[in-house]
T-cell receptor
Framework: DAKTTQPPSMDCAEGRAANLPCNHSTISGNEYVYWYRQIHSQGPQYIIH???NNETNEMASLIITEDRKSSTLILPHATLRDTAVYYC???????????FGQGTILTVHP | GAVVSQHPSWVICKSGTSVKIECRSLDFQATTMFWYRQFPKQSLMLMAT?????????EQGVEKDKFLINHASLTLSTLTVTSAHPEDSSFYIC???????????????FGSGTRLTVV
């Protein structure tokens, strides 16, 4: 599976959009981009995933560049409860395991 | 849908004893389950992949005789930490992938984790 690079930490003001970048320059054609988050002492929570098109659900939007070498997770209106570690993971479906990197610690402040 | 239940949520055991952690898929069948370990302020580290009806595949450096994995049914996988020592104290998390796997489908659900403390 391709490796991902994320900034170690980011801050965001409550109510503002949080834009979390992820670099996955070695992604291959059949690999998807997944985003999960982990709130302290809990299991990871699925947020969104995509292949090449931009995706949106009730939690977030995922913007994938045309060359698929990077992506951005957007939380449109961050709340204090969005404070968590956000993981960007690239994985194919042939084997299926998810390998976690260090993620980005997002802190939403009042 | 796609709920994974993990028990216990926390356990304290004496050094030298064994501890079993259960991971159940409640509303779907999971041919594949994954076990992770997470130390404080670190990321999740994949320990092994368990497939229903066959032996688990362990990641490099994980002792298969110490961390016994059994995936006897499509809804249950267990991780047994044998002869536990204080250095095995960690947060253990399971994940299940629904079957059949659709291309690109959201198929990974995580349990809430088990905090193991060995004293």
């Amino acid at each position: 599976d391709a490796k991902t690079t994320q900034p170690p930490s980011m801050d965001c003001a409550e109510g503002r959009a949080a834009n979390l970048p992820c670099n996955h320059s070695t992604i291959s054609g059949n690999e998807y981009v997944y985003w999960y988050r982990q709130i302290h002492s809990q299991g990871p929570q699925y947020i969104i995933h995509g292949l090449k098109n931009n995706e949106t659900n009730e939690m977030a939007s995922l913007i994938i560049t045309e060359d698929r070498k990077s992506s951005t997770l957007i939380l449109p209106h961050a709340t204090l409860r969005d404070t968590a570690v956000y993981y960007c993971i690239v994985s194919g479906t042939s084997y299926g395991k998810l390998t976690f990197g260090q993620g980005t610690i997002l802190t939403v402040h009042p | 849908g796609a709920v994974v239940s993990q028990h216990p949520s926390w356990v304290i055991c004496k050094s030298g004893t064994s501890v079993k952690i259960e991971c159940r898929s409640l509303d779907f069948q999971a041919t594949t389950m994954f076990w992770y370990r997470q130390f404080p302020k670190q990321s999740l580290m994949l320990m092994a992949t368990s497939n229903e009806g066959s032996k688990a595949t362990y990641e490099q450096g994980v002792e298969k005789d110490k961390f016994l994995i059994n995936h006897a049914s499509l809804t249950l996988s267990t991780l047994t930490v044998t002869s536990a020592h204080p250095e095995d104290s960690s947060f253990y998390i399971c994940s299940a992938r629904a079957t059949p796997v659709k291309t690109g489908a959201y198929g990974y659900t995580f349990g809430s984790g088990t905090r193991l403390t060995v004293v």
